[in-house]
C-alpha cells in the first residue's frame, strides 16, 4: 500500500530513504488524480522492499508541493538520496511510471 506523505514526515520518509522513491502529488478533486491513484497502489505493491511508494495531497501539504515547484497534478516526482532524478507530469501508463521506478534500482 502506498505511504501518505505530508510536510511533516516528508524528510524522514522521502529524503532519508536509502531506497528510491515515488511520490505521487495529488489531490481529491483532481480528475487525472483519480486515474493514477490506483496504478500507484500496484506500483507500491509490486516494489515493496525495493522502493518507497507513496502520495502527498497537495492541498493538505502545501510547504513540500511549493519547495518542488509543482504547478500541475498529478505530478509523479522520482528521487533517490534525496535528490529528485525524474519526473512525470499528467496521467500516464503504469508501464511508463514502473520503467522510470526500475532504472532507479540499477
Known amino acids: 500500500m502506498a505511504l501518505e506523505f505530508t ?5 524522514e520518509l522521502v529524503l532519508k530513504s536509502d531506497k528510491p ?11 487525472p488524480c483519480r486515474m493514477v491513484g490506483p496504478v500507484v497502489e500496484e506500483i507500491a505493491k509490486e516494489y515493496e522492499g525495493k522502493a518507497v ?3 502527498l495531497n497537495v492541498d493538505n501539504n ?3 508541493a511549493t519547495k518542488y515547484g509543482i ?3 498529478p505530478t509523479i516526482l ?3 538520496n534525496g535528490e529528485v532524478v525524474d519526473r512525470s507530469v499528467g496521467a500516464v501508463p503504469k508501464a511508463a511510471l514502473a520503467t522510470k521506478l526500475q532504472g532507479q534500482l540499477a
Open 7 to 11: 510536510d511533516s514526515n516528508f524528510e
Open 71 to 73: 504547478r500541475s497534478i
Open 78 to 80: 522520482f528521487l533517490k
Open 53 to 55: 511508494v507513496g502520495k
Open 21 to 31: 522513491v515515488l511520490v505521487d502529488f495529488w489531490a481529491e478533486w483532481c480528475g
Open 62 to 64: 502545501p510547504q513540500i
